[in-house]
């Protein structure tokens, strides 16, 4: 305690459970899972105090057994929407003036009703919803989010700590970091519950409010991390939840004059055409938008011929396949040696055909489905795509869908033979990666091909022995990802060790889990207070020069 006021200090990363099998946490996953999917729920827009249940709803399914309606999700109207605006401004009121540290309390205890008792919930409703498998669910839902929810709220401190020094003559300086005027629109993805959670959070702890739009995909999860937050004690209007056209609901907030900042992820599309609406609006704001987004990717590994082979295709495999490549993080293309791909190739398809596809409640699974129908057919478009032009590439594993009772994709490799080929450059999403050999002597013009390739920047990695070749991959692709990786998969940042986030085409780079995120959402005030102010207008500097007689020796003009 300071002036009774909490001290947090740096926390340690959450513990992730391992669900071994017959382990208390497997047993009560397990048990959590089968009463959850038992039971249809009704989801309702959050608007400050009230669930609003419209009737206008749309069935939430299970991915990996789409004949099951998890939920039903009650959509809302331009008024609606325009409601939980002047919702979220009334409530700022109080939420602002709030002291920061008892701001902070509420999401140091959803850290540990998260790490407690609702784990078993959230993880539950991650698998189910977003057909994660346990492990998936657990370093997600669990593990990111306690992490964003604790070491948030160690960052906030040291931001509101960083004080100028005081004047040794009479002047006292501090600096005031003030929420934004307006509300914060937090747009966010089906594929991280801990992105979901944080979007919002974050700005709100730094005392903003938030109109979150959650993707329709991941409805289920994000309904209990309202509960999470309303359980933790967030107060009513702080973050208002809304369903609905997305089109509608982004149309709503960046028309509003006290719009002031979007927390956003996404693709990178959809970014960019947000980022001409609120150019195109900029006249009628009340203060310039924080703009803030993490969008696409498409993330590479590449192999020196010093490095080793199982080490590669080990890591191809996790990086490409876990989460069924639905990461914005996963290796979806890699350039691979001519000496050294007979060992990684026969390493990398013996791990793939152990590899067993299916539903994540069968803890056996490695690869479950992908997230919704639409996905499953933009996947199958590209497998269908190298199946038909098999004279530039070929399929070496996998290739196989099957929609019938989930959105099944096989793990699928593919050998291309010209770098520039189409399953190479552009973003899929989803459990396919792309394999171009280079001639040992054309290393470096690779490195070069490499950096080229992609309009994207975010994730990254490299393998090699050799420390001075290390170094030149790292030179050679300085700019190519925002998060870069030397002998490790470009998945898996871990809040407080890798702040995450890319440039170029995959967004501002603003690095969640790290302070610079939190900056973002503060608006700076300079205050000075002198103890002794002048009484004078004259400066010494006036004082005319003077002779032993006192005469003054400055002519005037």
């Known amino acids: 305690m300071f002036n009774g006021i909490p001290r947090f200090t740096l926390p340690a990363n959450e513990p992730i459970k391992s669900y071994t099998p017959s382990s208390p946490e497997r047993i009560e996953l397990m048990e959590r899972v089968r009463a959850m999917k038992s039971e249809t729920i009704e989801i309702p827009l959050y608007i400050g105090g009230e669930k609003i ?49 008892e701001r902070a309390g509420v999401f140091m205890r959803a850290a540990e009703l998260l790490a407690g008792p609702w784990r078993a919930t959230l993880n539950g409703a991650t698998m189910l919803g977003q057909s994660k498998n346990a492990f998936q669910a657990e370093i997600d839902s669990a593990c990111e989010l306690i992490d964003f929810f604790r070491f948030n709220v160690y960052y906030m401190q040291e931001i509101y700590k960083e004080q100028p020094p005081h004047s040794p003559t009479g002047i006292w300086n501090k600096l005031e970091y003030r929420p934004l005027e307006g509300f914060v629109y937090a747009v966010t993805p089906f594929n991280f519950t801990a992105i979901a959670g944080n979007l ?22 994000a309904y209990y991390l309202m509960e999470l937050f309303k359980e933790a004690g967030l107060p009513d209007g702080v973050i208002n939840m809304v369903i609905g056209s997305p089109k509608e609901i982004s149309d709503v907030a960046f028309r509003h004059k006290y719009f002031a900042g979007i927390h956003y992820t996404g693709s990178t599309e959809v970014f ?32 020196h011929n010093s490095a080793n082979a ?31 791909w007979d060992a990684v190739r026969e390493t990398m398809l013996t791990q793939l055909a152990d590899i067993k596809v299916g539903s994540p409640e069968d803890f056996t699974n490695f690869v479950n489905a992908v997230i919704d129908k639409g996905a499953f057919k933009s996947i199958a478009g590209y497998i269908d795509y190298v199946k038909e032009n098999s004279k530039d590439a070929e399929i070496i594993f996998g290739g196989g869908y099957d929609d019938s009772v ?46 080229k390739t992609s309009p994207y920047a975010l994730t990254g990695a490299i393998f090699a022995k050799d420390r001075g070749v290390i170094l030149k991959m790292t030179d050679a692709l300085v700019n190519a990802a925002g998060n870069f990786y030397v ?31 939190l900056l973002r959402w503060v608006s700076a005030r300079t205050i000075k207070e002198n103890y002794n102010p ?10 005319p020069d003077r002779n032993q007689e006192g005469e003054s020796t400055e002519g005037g003009i």
């Open 406 to 451: 989930g959105y099944f994709i096989e793990p699928t490799v593919i050998l291309a033979k010209n770098p520039s080929f189409k399953t190479m450059c552009e973003e899929i999403f989803g459990p396919v990666l792309t394999i171009h050999v280079y001639p040992d002597a054309d290393f470096e013009k690779t490195l070069e091909l490499c950096d």
């Open 272 to 303: 960019n055409g947000m980022w001409k609406t609120i150019g195109e609006n900029v006249g009628n704001y009340h203060s310039y938008p924080r703009i803030v987004g993490e969008t696409g990717g498409k993330d590479f590994v590449f192999m």
């Open 487 to 517: 002998n490790d998969k470009p998945t898996g940042a871990v809040v407080g060790q890798q702040p995450f986030g890319g440039a170029r085409a995959s967004g501002t780079n603003d690095k969640a889990g790290s302070h610079l995120n």
């Open 200 to 221: 919002p959070s974050a700005p709100a702890m730094l005392g903003n409010v938030a109109l979150w739009k959650p993707s329709t995909k991941a409805l289920y999860s």
């Open 534 to 543: 002048p009484v004078q207008y004259q400066y010494p500097f006036m004082k």
């Open 310 to 340: 199982d080490e590669v295709a080990t890591a191809l495999v996790r990086g490409a396949f876990e989460y069924q490549g639905q990461k914005c993080s996963a290796a979806s293309r890699a350039y691979i040696p001519e000496s050294k």
């Open 53 to 101: 249940y419209t009737g206008d709803t749309i069935d939430i399914l299970c991915p990996y057994d789409h004949k099951t309606v998890l939920a039903r999700a009650h959509q809302g109207t331009r008024a609606h929407y325009e409601q939980a605006i002047e919702n979220a401004l009334e409530s700022q009121k109080e939420w602002a003036k709030m002291p920061w540290h």
